[in-house]
T-cell receptor
Framework: TQLLEQSPQFLSIQEGENLTVYCNSSSVFSSLQWYRQEPGEGPVLLVTVVTGGEVKKLKRLTFQFGDARKDSSLHITAAQPGDTGLYLC???????????FGKGTLLTVNP | NAGVTQTPKFQVLKTGQSMTLQCAQDMNHNSMYWYRQDPGMGLRLIYYSASEGTTDKGEVPNGYNVSRLNKREFSLRLESAAPSQTSVYFCASERTGRNQPQHFGDGTRLSIL
C-alpha cells in the first residue's frame, strides 16, 4: 500500500513556466519533508513542514502543508533548468523514526 | 565533511553470489537506514538502525541482512543475490530527534545477472 501518492509522475515544462506538484495521503503525518534528487546522487532535503496549514518559501519554491496534515504541495515559480530533478515527499508519523516516501515527480525544465 | 559514503558505487554480480554494501557516516548520527530505489517504486526501506547495537526490518527486508558495526558504519549484505535485487541502494543517516533530515549517500548501483 502506497501511503503517499505524488502527482504528476512526470512533468516537462519550458523555462519560465510555473508548476505545482502534489503529495496526497489518507493518513495524517506529524511532519512532511520534501527532497530533490539529481541523477547519480542521493536525495537532498529541501524543507520540512510540521504544522497544518504551514507555508514555507525557499527562493522560488513554495511548500504548503494541508490543514489536516494529510497532503502537501510544492509550487515553483519561473522554473529554471537547474530545477530539473526528482522531487520526493516523505512523511513521518509520531515518534517513529521511519519515513514513508512517495514515488516522486520527475521534473524536466527545458531551456 | 564527507557526509555519508557508500562503497562500491557500481557492482555487477551473478545470481547466487554474495556481497556486502558498505556505508559510513562522519556526522555522529545515531540512526542509519538502507533503502532501495527502483523505477516507478520510489524509495523503499530495507532495514534501519535507530542506534548502535540495534537493527530493525523495514518494508522489504527479505533477502538482506545488516550489521551496525559501530556508530559510523552500517553494512547491507546480500547472501545469495537474485535478479530481483537489481536496484540502486541508498544509505542514509539521521540525527536523533523530531523532524530531522535524512542525509543520503550517492548510492550503489547493483546489477545481478
Amino acid at each position: 500500500t502506497q501511503l503517499l501518492e505524488q502527482s504528476p509522475q512526470f512533468l516537462s515544462i519550458q523555462e519560465g513556466e510555473n508548476l505545482t506538484v502534489y503529495c496526497n495521503s489518507s493518513s495524517v503525518f506529524s511532519s512532511l519533508q520534501w527532497y530533490r534528487q539529481e541523477p547519480g546522487e542521493g536525495p537532498v532535503l529541501l524543507v520540512t513542514v510540521v504544522t497544518g496549514g504551514e507555508v514555507k518559501k525557499l527562493k522560488r519554491l513554495t511548500f504548503q502543508f494541508g490543514d489536516a496534515r494529510k497532503d502537501s504541495s510544492l509550487h515553483i515559480t519561473a522554473a529554471q533548468p537547474g530545477d530539473t530533478g526528482l522531487y520526493l515527499c516523505a512523511g513521518a508519523k509520531g515518534s517513529n523514526y521511519k519515513l514513508t516516501f512517495g514515488k516522486g515527480t520527475l521534473l524536466t525544465v527545458n531551456p | 565533511n564527507a557526509g555519508v559514503t557508500q562503497t562500491p558505487k557500481f557492482q555487477v554480480l551473478k545470481t547466487g553470489q554474495s556481497m556486502t554494501l558498505q556505508c559510513a557516516q562522519d556526522m555522529n548520527h545515531n540512526s542509519m537506514y538502507w533503502y532501495r530505489q527502483d523505477p516507478g517504486m520510489g524509495l523503499r526501506l530495507i532495514y534501519y538502525s535507530a542506534s548502535e547495537g540495534t537493527t530493525d526490518k523495514g518494508e522489504v527486508p527479505n533477502g538482506y541482512n545488516v550489521s551496525r558495526l559501530n556508530k559510523r558504519e552500517f553494512s547491507l549484505r546480500l547472501e545469495s543475490a537474485a535478479p530481483s535485487q537489481t536496484s540502486v541502494y541508498f544509505c542514509a543517516s539521521e540525527r536523533t530527534g523530531r523532524n530531522q533530515p535524512q542525509h543520503f549517500g550517492d548510492g550503489t548501483r547493483l546489477s545481478i545477472l
